[in-house]
């Protein structure tokens, strides 16, 4: 059997934490930020979990 290869983008967007859950980025954080109020440009730049029913097909991604 040939190696899993785990997919190049999601390597780059998903962090696994120590107890196993997996970090995510928030979207909208990139351009067009003057008609965003500060309270949330700061809550955007935060990390965010990964909800359980996207679980499965992120670690599939990342190969885990």
Do not use: W
Request: glycine share 4%; aromatic share 4%.
């Amino acid at each position: 059997m040939p190696k899993m290869k785990t997919n190049s983008g999601a390597k780059k967007r998903f962090h696994v934490t120590g107890s196993g859950k997996i970090k995510r980025k928030h979207a909208f954080k990139r351009h067009i930020l003057t008609k965003k109020t500060k309270k949330a440009k700061l809550q955007l730049s935060h990390y965010a979990l990964v909800h359980k029913s996207d679980m499965n097909n992120v670690k599939l991604m990342l190969c885990m």
